[in-house]
């Protein structure tokens, strides 16, 4: 049994929105659902019903009335969902248009912008005029190589507005990179700013932006944004100053209302091992399994103030705006997290008043290692949770939040990814919480641990699947005429099943422990073993920055290969290679137990913060990355060349 760590308040799960949903089923549909659990299998039995009522009790604007809310609720992949009915994505988001602040920008040192939902409506309505003007239409891509600023979200509300399709990428990708993504979809227009801050210094974008643009002919016009300095535009072909562009008198804003499958966003697969795939997402299962998981899952509120440490090439980023369509406070920052203290955000955190503070579980353990202890700086007195995503969180992060943040909190470790845009497993403002343990399995999500024999197991080791459509599945892959690729993504495994490419345990009380992609397991012996399980105790060592952890085929076999990032002024000693061994044994088992454990002086991940393990095993197997530029310090692979020790028994 895992150690409880935190229980919700009975008032505030009366209170919460959670609550409030079961209750409306209750009432609506005849039922006597008396807990989450009975909600939950509710909902997954009666995939249907539950859509349904969660679309009527949340009151999406569209036109039209439902023909069927699934065609086939076995059918994966393939299911139409709400036919009959028309919206629109930038519609929804932009419906409060008071007041109250919309959007609070901050760059590394400083408040930058803040905009309210009518300051924001306006923005959107003078763009997506200078948009429809400049011949956008439905089904247009519109690109940004931009930072996490308010002007990358007015432009993707204008996009949307028009119907066209969003995709984003970080300004920190390399031409490469951003290339094979963008070169894919062939966006008419490009949205860049002039550069970024990072570390207090400032890097110019517009160099990498003329190297993309040579290789991009579909663009017709780039619209720059002066975030750094004042550009100069002249060697940019057809590129125009944001200020310039814009419609100063607009038509009055009318959004196009469209089918609820029709494309919102092209997001795209990290691409470490080729090129990354092109997963297009509809605007109906966006929105709509979004407000579930803001609303139901996360309790957001109007009033309250979410913000998610994020770059725009992550989905993390669509998750977070589309917390307007609730009314809440959206706070955007760009920027080293770590700039110029540890403490940085935290501070932020307590002086700006955070609601919701989301972040990657790499986040919390580094503010630990860094000694930062946010409960001195602060009560936190408006914080009602903290949200991890990226990797599994450690039993020792969840009890840091506790002890040294706030106590009276809900920890929130959550999980799905990029190929769904949003989460199969995540927090629940009505559970408590355990040590190490994902809250709950999501709404609607029939989400299963499948053993090597396709039977659904608990308690033990398995792939985490999900057994039923949801909205929010990919409509389709760019340039996937036949859907091979869609389905050999997902469906290969487990027909009729979505197979996700993790481990998990589904623990007894109802918790979810993540134990690392399946897709980079460990054999040892002919024993499927996650790397997260071997990161939770490794990473417990003050000596031991951070650990890379891959298998290496050797003499028939496979053995455990352990890279190790050392703290400052470590040294690996046989004394310490004693010690990571035999805590991995104790808290592992023996088949965990590396063979080699060897020090490098850096580890990889991609943009996106995940350790990249199938990159680092091609690396030390003689084979080439294709794609370097899916990774935040690609040069971070040189170091695992050649290694004399993995040429040794």
Same mark, same amino acid.
């Given at each position: ?253 009318? !959004? @196009? ?8 966003? /092209?997001?795209? $697969? %990290?691409?470490?091992? +080729? ?122 992060? !969840? @009890? ?8 009276? /909190?809900?920890? $929130? %470790?959550?999980?799905? +990814? ?232």
């Amino acid at each position: 049994m895992s150690k409880l760590l935190w229980e919700p308040d009975p008032e505030k799960i009366q209170l919460s929105q959670m609550t409030q949903f079961r209750q409306y089923v209750n009432n609506a549909a005849g039922m006597q659902l008396e807990d989450y659990n009975e909600l939950y299998d509710w909902s997954v039995r009666s995939i249907d019903q539950f859509w349904k009522h969660f679309w009527e009790w949340t009151h999406v604007l569209h036109s039209g009335e439902i023909n069927s809310v699934v065609d086939d609720p076995q059918k994966m992949p393939g299911a139409e969902w709400f036919s009959g009915i028309t919206l629109n994505y930038a519609e929804n988001l932009l419906q409060n248009r008071g007041s109250r602040t919309a959007l609070e920008f901050y760059g590394e040192d400083r408040l930058q912008k803040s905009l309210t939902y009518a300051e924001l409506y306006s923005e959107v309505e003078k763009l997506a005029d200078a948009l429809h003007k400049a011949g956008v239409t439905r089904g247009d891509r519109i690109a940004g190589f931009m930072p996490n600023l308010p002007e990358t979200v007015i432009a993707m509300l204008a996009a949307a507005s028009l119907g066209a399709i969003w995709s984003s990428s970080s300004p920190d990708f390399g031409i490469k990179g951003v290339l094979d993504r963008f070169s894919q979809i062939k966006p008419k227009i490009i949205f860049a700013a002039d550069g970024y801050f990072y570390n207090g210094k400032r890097f110019n974008s517009l160099e990498k932006l003329r190297g993309i643009l040579s290789s991009l002919p579909s663009v017709e016009k780039v619209v720059v944004v002066p975030y750094t300095a004042e550009p100069q535009l002249d060697s940019i072909r057809n590129a125009v100053a944001w200020d310039d562009f814009l419609t100063r008198q607009p038509t009055p804003l009318t !959004f @196009e209302r469209l089918p609820f499958s029709q494309p919102l966003y /092209v997001m795209y $697969s %990290s691409g470490t091992t +080729g090129l990354p795939k092109s997963i297009v997402h509809s605007a109906g299962g966006t929105l709509l399994q979004h407000l579930k998981e803001l609303r139901l899952h996360c309790d957001l509120r109007e009033n309250d103030k979410i913000f998610y440490f994020t770059t725009c090439g992550w989905m993390m980023w669509n998750w977070l705006v589309s917390s307007l369509a609730v009314g809440a406070t959206v706070v955007l920052y760009d920027g080293n997290p770590f700039y110029p203290h540890p403490d940085r955000l935290v501070k932020l955190a307590a002086e700006s008043g955070f609601s919701y503070f989301g972040t990657s579980a790499k986040y919390i353990a580094s503010l630990e290692a860094a000694g930062v202890r946010p409960a001195e700086l602060s009560d936190f007195s408006k914080l009602k949770a903290i949200l991890s995503t990226g990797s599994p969180l450690s039993e020792e992060s !969840f @009890e840091y939040v506790y002890r040294k943040w706030k106590a009276d /909190v809900q920890l $929130s %470790s959550i999980s799905g +990814g990029t190929d769904i845009i949003s989460c199969f497993v995540l927090g629940n403002p009505v559970l408590p919480v355990y040590s190490g343990e994902i809250q709950c399995r999501g709404l609607g999500m029939q989400v299963s641990s499948f053993d090597s024999h396709g039977r659904a197991v608990q308690g033990e080791r398995g792939e985490l699947v999900c057994e039923k459509p949801f909205p929010s599945m990919p409509v389709y892959f760019w340039n996937d005429e036949d859907g091979s690729k869609y389905r050999k993504a997902y469906f290969e495994t487990y027909p009729n099943v979505w197979h996700h490419g993790d481990f998990m345990i589904i623990t007894e009380t109802g918790g979810i422990v993540m134990l690392g992609r399946s897709d980079a397991t460990l054999n040892p012996g002919g024993v499927r073993i996650g790397t997260a399980e071997i990161y939770r105790v490794v990473e417990t060592l003050p000596e031991i920055a951070d650990s890379v952890v891959v298998g290496q085929k050797w003499q028939q076999d496979e053995r455990v290969i352990l890279f190790v990032k050392l703290a400052s002024g470590q040294e690996l000693t046989a004394e310490l290679k004693d010690r990571l061994r035999n805590i991995i044994r104790s808290g592992c088992s023996p088949r965990h137990v590396p063979r080699k454990i060897i020090a490098v002086e850096d580890i990889p991940y991609t943009i996106n913060g995940k350790k990249v393990e199938i990159a680092v095993n091609r690396i030390i197997q003689g084979d080439d990355v294709a794609n370097k530029d899916a990774l935040r310090n690609p040069e971070a692979l040189d170091l695992y060349k050649n290694i004399p020790e993995l040429l040794e028994d």
